[in-house]
């Protein structure tokens, strides 16, 4: 990064990437959105996640288009490696809403469980940081602006945890093996994308620690 201090980027001109980037966030925030609605309102799964996945398609061009961006340009505001990190791990909380709805319908299940709509909101909660913490990109004065947020991603994370933790220990007191094989799949989905969500944090905090 060139010379100058964090905020130097800022005041130029070129803002496509930080846009990109608000509008990653914003995508993935509407997916999870789109999660917790179908498992909470499960009717019309099909059409729901038919429209999840057009977000995750959105979600694709988005990232897309940042390293078309990142391509074309020759300082970038934050490190390329940041960047691609960042949009890569947004890609990937995306791509796992797509496979936990994808196995709704797949797996033609009739009702989700409590533990599934519960991992889903936590999901939810998560997302809404790591939002949250692309817009703070645009403002960064220092780590204190960012380093709330990743521990709230962190508890998001640990919750997550336990939720599947119990949810699969009472799974496995069925003798269904269908049952077993299909739920377990949704689940790891969603505790996946908490991950994920995870991962973005992390970045974040390399990111505070460098320019903070």
Partial sequence: MAGG???????????????????????????????????????????RKVNIKDIEHRGDEIAHNIYLIMDKTFVTPLDREDISKLTSEVDEILDYIDGAADRFVLFKISKPTPYMIELAKILLSATQEVHTLMMRLRGFKNSADLIE????????????????????????????????????????????????????????????????
């Fill in 5 to 47: 201090g964090f905020l130097s980027w800022i005041r130029s001109n070129d803002r496509e990437i930080i846009d990109a980037l608000e509008q990653q966030g914003a995508n993935v925030l509407k997916a999870a959105n789109a999660l917790v609605d179908l498992v909470s309102n499960f009717e019309n799964v099909g059409e």
């Fill in 149 to 212: 947020h990743c521990r709230n991603i962190n508890k998001y994370e640990h919750e997550a945890d336990t939720i599947y933790r119990l949810a699969i220990a009472e799974l496995f007191d069925t003798s269904d093996a269908i049952e077993i094989i299909k739920f377990k799949e949704i689940y790891l989905q969603l505790e996946d994308a908490v991950n994920r969500c995870q991962d973005v944090a992390d970045t974040f905090e390399d990111i505070g620690l460098k320019y903070g």
